[in-house]
């Protein structure tokens, strides 16, 4: 039998009923406090919980375990819906499903899968992920923050940062090295639930833009916890978070595209409204040609992220097209979002238009969970050494 098409793979009626569901979350629960979040830098756990009770936080986690058992194609549509409305719960919601939520799905036992997963995906609890930390971004295996074994528990000390819900998260898969510096097979994953005494939050960051979604330090001092608390063996932390990352990528292609095609909608729409020397400014080549290019890098971005997801979905590798989605995606909306303040004009500078908060926003996506020079260097290891 034939392979199915790449499209006809992700518009099925499943994909259709989640991607209006989550655009009517969005509608109702974040379009009327976006600014006003953005400013204060409040996090809304009060919506996570509204997005766990329709499913949006548990979307690839099987219904056993209390979540939706949805495919990648979906979880991209709901993510993109999300963040064309407010890319920092778009950037909220995929860690919490890609990171804490997938790592515990992916390697914890059975016991531990059903201790966290029903309240991560109900939306009970926040999740939270600690691989960062102040002097190791891209260097994960220099990490400094260590776990050394004391009878049937294990003490952590050290800081993450940069973690999305560092303060708020009520369960935290934290990696910490319990071996040399730089050895692959040297940390371990830990799950760490909020209230563990040594277990505090660090400073919170004041950030350019996805203000709304928490970045906090987690903080380690000579915290003990259980060994029943360990994911998968001993020394198998990094290469798990290498394989969460993969996924991961696909998430913040998402979040990428949600962002784009939010700040071409709005231009699209200004363009169309905005008169000048007696027509309508989309009228104009150069206009028109802008709104044509930002058009065509989100059909781009669009197919290569679910190209990704089909092939996560056939248990294939994605370290490299998961990589290629990413970069490309976040770059693009980057370059889209530019140009949307460009076709607003002055307008495009104050807030009182969407297109200002998606030029803050989209930066962060050639950023994090890998940054674009990484993922070139990802892309590039694995066809060299084809």
Not at 130 to 155: C, F, P
Not at 195 to 207: D, I, R, S, V, Y
Not at 283 to 300: C, H, R, Y
Request: charged residues 25%; aromatic residues 8%.
């Amino acid at each position: 039998m034939d392979t199915p098409t790449l499209v006809s793979m992700h518009e099925t009626e499943s994909l259709k009923l989640v991607t209006d569901a989550a655009k009517d979350y969005a509608e109702k629960h974040l379009r009327p406090f976006v600014m006003e979040w953005d400013e204060s830098q409040h996090f809304p756990v009060e919506a996570m919980r509204a997005a766990g009770q329709l499913g949006f936080l548990g979307v690839i986690i099987p219904s056993e375990y209390g979540g939706s058992g949805m495919s990648y194609h979906e979880y991209i549509a709901i993510i993109e819906q999300i963040s064309i409305v407010d890319p920092s719960i778009g950037l909220s919601v995929a860690a919490h499903n890609s990171l804490c939520t997938n790592h515990i799905y992916l390697f914890g036992n059975e016991a531990q899968r059903c201790k966290w997963l029903p309240k991560l995906t109900s939306g009970e609890h926040i999740g939270a992920w600690g691989l960062t930390e102040h002097n190791t971004g891209s260097d994960a295996k220099g990490m400094t923050t260590t776990a050394r074994k004391e009878g049937d528990d294990w003490i952590l000390n050290g800081t993450k940062n940069f973690i999305t819900h560092g303060k708020s998260g009520d369960i935290a898969v934290v990696i910490a090295r319990n071996g040399e510096k730089g050895d692959n097979h040297g940390m371990t994953a830990f799950v760490v639930e909020r209230g563990t005494p040594g277990f505090t939050a660090g400073k919170k960051e004041n950030k350019l833009g996805m203000r709304a979604s928490e970045t906090a330090e987690m903080v380690f001092d000579n915290c003990r916890i259980p060994d029943e608390n360990r994911l998968g063996e001993v020394g198998e932390g990094f290469i798990q978070s290498m394989k969460i990352l993969d996924g991961g990528r696909i998430s913040i292609g998402a979040l990428s595209l949600g962002i784009a095609k939010g700040a071409y909608q709005a231009s699209l729409k200004y363009s169309k409204e905005r008169h000048q020397f007696g027509q309508a400014i989309s009228k104009f080549q150069s206009i028109a040609f802008k709104l044509a290019d930002m058009a065509t890098e989100i059909e781009a971005s669009e197919l290569l992220l679910h190209k990704a997801a089909r092939d996560k979905m056939q248990g294939k590798n994605v370290t490299k097209i998961g990589a290629m989605a990413k970069m490309y995606a976040s770059e693009a909306c980057v370059k889209i979002a530019s140009e949307a303040v460009q076709i607003h004009g002055g307008y495009g500078f104050t807030k009182d238009f969407p297109v200002e908060k998606f030029y803050r926003d989209a930066k962060l996506c050639t950023i994090g969970e890998g940054t674009t020079e990484i993922q070139k260097l990802v892309i590039s290891r694995d066809i060299l050494k084809n």
